[in-house]
């Protein structure tokens, strides 16, 4: 089974332009999440597929591999699939380009899914992580997802999700924007029309589900900083402050 990662990577992200290569301890972020992903060692290659010839150059130059789009996209995952048509593979896993403390550990269980679902029952597999804090389960950046009682997901939204009419146990789980794709799925995805749930909460993982694909979700106990802001950019230059104290 081939396995490899493609990180997308556009230049001009809407709430935080250029977000992608701010310096974070010294590189970029983009190349911090490149670098991650490559210490994994759990693919046969990794490529950031980008519209953008400064973060073209920036991988290319630091000996990375890196794919330039030829076309406009929508979502990441248009976007790396454009990229994979031509490439002989079989799982694609779509690694966020704004979340640079990649793991090993949730990645092997993200893999493992396949390894395991031998009818392959399985288009897709993703990552979510348990949340506590209300600002936390409250702030629309953070995606939520429901699962089914086998975990595979129901919905996905910036809402908190579920709606706790009564006084409840309601426990919440933020998706981590992490996709390993089978390639047909993958394929099959980027020639679906876009439907008016993903179009209104701007999610590409509600066309998945609005077209009848299988999102099979992973809890993880992941630290997932997502840079979406100036103040996430901060937090993670800090994590990696004291990671470097840790070290000395």
Not at 56 to 65: H, L, P, Q
Request: glycine content about 4%; cysteine-free; aromatic content about 8%.
């Amino acid at each position: 089974m081939k396995i490899i990662a493609m990180i997308p990577a556009r230049f001009e992200a809407s709430r935080f332009p250029g977000k992608l290569m701010k310096d974070l301890a010294g590189k970029s972020v983009i190349l911090r999440t490149y670098e991650a992903t490559k210490k994994s060692n759990l693919f046969d290659e990794v490529y950031v597929v980008t519209d953008s010839n400064l973060i073209f150059d920036e991988i290319i130059s630091k000996g990375g591999n890196a794919i330039k789009s030829k076309r406009v996209h929508d979502s990441g995952s248009d976007r790396i699939a454009e990229a994979a048509e031509n490439i002989e593979v079989d799982i694609i896993v779509n690694v966020q380009g704004d979340e640079p403390f990649t793991q090993t550990e949730p990645l092997k269980k993200l893999l493992k899914v396949f390894k395991d679902d031998t009818h392959k029952k399985i288009d897709i597999a993703s990552l979510m992580l348990k949340m506590n804090d209300k600002d936390e389960i409250n702030n629309p950046n953070n995606v939520k997802v429901v699962t089914d009682e086998n975990d595979f997901a129901m919905y996905f939204s910036r809402s908190p999700i579920p709606y706790p009419r009564e006084k409840s146990n309601a426990f919440y789980f933020k998706h981590i924007g992490i996709y390993a794709f089978r390639k047909e799925a993958l394929l099959k995805f980027t020639n679906l029309p876009m439907n008016k749930l993903e179009a209104t909460e701007k999610l590409e993982n509600l066309r998945f589900l609005a077209h009848g694909m299988r999102v099979k979700m992973i809890e993880t106990n992941q630290v997932a900083i997502g840079i979406d802001t100036p103040e996430d950019l901060d937090k993670a230059r800090s994590i990696y402050k004291d990671l470097t104290k840790r070290e000395m």
